[in-house]
């Protein structure tokens, strides 16, 4: 029992951070349908600002962290302007924004291995590894945080997609840009919005990864996890992939507890593989249903 | 009130629209008949900014109007697409409240969202439900209660008969002129000639891309070429 909650706790702490990245997948898959694969090298870049601005620049972990939030959400719209916007100008099909998402990825990727190098890099301990016992239980503080953060930042952006008037036209977009164009908003303005809500929580999602593991050029490779998360939570819906994330998370650690870790991976996608062929549209698959 | 000054639009290599003028009054209901192709949406899709045309101009109260589709909603001119594109995802009052995106006068919104409600009570009825459970018919009353929303001085309906239950087509036009006496001026285009040619002011034939023939509704609906093309012998015409 002590064991199966002491996993659950890691898994959502994982869960939360898939999710954080996930959200970002969708957010910009429900408006312009494609998988911004250069999301992946967003958040990496997340884990190196973080780093940096507490190991060189020496800033309190809340200011690092600020800082790079901040400057992934600049790189987002930078990518969007680059390696988007010129496409949705001259209306291109789908399978170009795929391949120029590649590209951005492959670019951030490289930008960083010419310029930082390839090694792996280990971020400072901010917060002490002794952890926090409650009863028979002991959580690491870090796990404890990350969570905690994490699901603050998720509820304030449904809360800001549920409450906001720019949050509704996000919505809208996400089912028609033309009609939401109709309603006199400003769809430039609703896709910039949508790369920097997503953009922020990429570097809140490179921090906490950088902290939990280590921080090289390749991290964004295994964001393509959170990506399937989405797509197995429904790609296009915020709790789609905050759900997906955080059964991925749960199954992860449970079978890296359980089992063995060189079959998380494994075990993890046959899973979701599995529900995908039952469940094409995945758990909370956007709504598509229109009688006119 | 508007002006459409030889207008070419080109998309895909077909060139869609070949040099149509057209104006409409203040207070008018202007309708431009044609078949299937013959340009109507995409004339629509232009003046509200979706295509770009190759050669001409749309003036608006004198001025050229803006390039982006959200300004010219600004500046007064709304839109009911064809297939109502309603937002299903979203319940029936988040979807009128849309159409008040860019205006910041609260009691003014609410006022214009109770007399939508006056005019569409099944609406109201209907406010918390998701609008995608809405019917057909429900969901071209939205639509249109939607524009009302944005408060525009100037709609084009594009095809809001199309699918829907004669009872309903009806109704449809029956709203046509209520907007109009609330002030609004109209551009509408309809395959339901016998219908539109009924509660227009004044018609556009619109062929290939062409203007081939204009006057007054009464005049188009008794031209023989008219009749024949668009009337069907039946006089039921439409569809």
Same mark, same amino acid.
């Given at each position: ?45 997340? &884990? ?27 790189? !987002?719209?930078?990518?969007?302007? /680059?390696?988007? #916007? =010129?496409?949705?100008?001259?209306? !291109? ?50 796990? $404890? ?12 952006? /449904? ?10 036209? /996000? ?84 079978? !890296? ?13 046959? /899973? ?21 | ?16 629209? #070949? ?20 340009? +109507? ?39 009911? =697409? ?20 860019? @205006?910041?006068? *609260?009691? !003014?919104?609410? &006022? ?11 609406? +109201? ?30 709609? $084009? ?37 016998? *219908? ?6 004044? &018609? ?5 891309? #062409?203007?081939? #023939?204009?006057?007054? &509704? @009464? ?21």
């Amino acid at each position: 029992m002590v064991q199966f909650l002491q996993q659950l706790i890691n898994g959502l702490s994982i869960g939360s951070v898939y999710a954080l990245m996930a959200v970002g997948y969708s957010l910009v898959y429900s408006i312009m349908n494609f998988s911004n694969f250069a999301h992946g090298g967003v958040i990496m870049l997340g &884990a190196y600002f973080g780093f940096f601005s507490l190991t060189l620049l020496k800033l309190p972990f809340v200011v690092a962290f600020l800082l790079a939030s901040v400057g992934t959400l600049a790189v !987002a719209i930078i990518v969007e302007r /680059i390696a988007y #916007k =010129p496409l949705r100008e001259r209306k !291109a099909p789908f399978l170009y924004f795929i391949i120029s998402a590649m590209g951005a990825s492959i670019l951030l990727e490289n930008i960083v291995i010419a310029t930082i190098g390839p090694t792996f890099r280990t971020y400072p301990e901010v917060f002490s590894k002794v952890p926090i016992t409650l009863g028979p239980l002991a959580i690491g503080r870090l796990d $404890l945080i990350i969570f905690a953060i994490s699901a603050v930042c998720l509820t304030l952006l /449904i809360l800001f997609i549920e409450k906001t008037k720019i949050g509704k036209a /996000i919505q809208a977009a996400s089912y028609n840009v033309k009609a939401c164009a109709l309603m006199g908003v400003n769809t430039d303005r609703v896709i910039l919005t949508v790369f920097g809500l997503g953009g922020f929580l990429a570097g809140v999602a490179g921090v906490f990864f950088g902290m939990k593991y280590t921080v090289y050029p390749q991290i964004g490779n295994i964001t393509t996890k959170s990506f399937i998360a989405a797509v197995f939570g429904g790609l296009g819906s915020l709790p789609g992939a905050v759900l997906g994330s955080v059964i991925l998370g749960t199954i992860e650690t449970f079978v !890296a507890g359980y089992l063995s870790s060189q079959f998380r991976d494994l075990i993890a996608f046959v /899973i979701l593989i599995a529900v995908l062929v039952l469940r094409p549209t995945g758990i909370m698959g956007k709504v598509t249903e229109d009688k006119a | 009130m508007l002006e459409v000054q030889n207008l070419h639009v080109a998309y895909g290599g077909i060139r869609a629209l #070949k040099g149509v003028s057209l104006s409409v009054q203040k207070g008018e209901i202007v309708t431009i008949i044609g078949a299937n192709g013959a340009g +109507k949406s995409t004339l629509l899709n232009t003046i509200s900014g979706f295509l770009k045309p190759v050669r001409g101009s749309v003036l608006y109260n004198g001025s050229a109007l803006p390039r982006r589709p959200d300004l010219i909603v600004k500046s007064g001119i709304c839109h009911v =697409p064809e297939g109502r594109l309603i937002f299903a995802n979203l319940s029936v009052q988040d979807n009128l409240m849309l159409g008040a995106y860019l @205006r910041n006068d *609260k009691k !003014a919104i609410q &006022a214009d969202l109770e007399k939508v409600f006056a005019i569409f009570p099944r609406l +109201k009825e209907r406010e918390e439900q998701r609008a995608g459970t809405l019917s057909g018919g429900e969901q071209q009353m939205l639509a249109m209660g939607r524009a009302l929303m944005t408060n525009g001085e100037f709609i $084009l309906m594009d095809e809001p008969s199309l699918g829907l239950a004669p009872l309903l087509v009806q109704t449809v036009f029956e709203i046509i002129e209520r907007f109009r006496s609330m002030g609004k001026t109209i551009l509408l285009v309809e395959q339901n000639a016998f *219908k539109a040619l009924q509660v227009a002011d004044r &018609a556009y034939i619109l062929e290939q891309g #062409k203007i081939v #023939k204009e006057g007054s &509704a @009464r005049e188009l609906a008794r031209d023989p070429a008219v009749k024949e093309a668009y009337l069907g012998s039946r006089s039921r015409g439409g569809g």
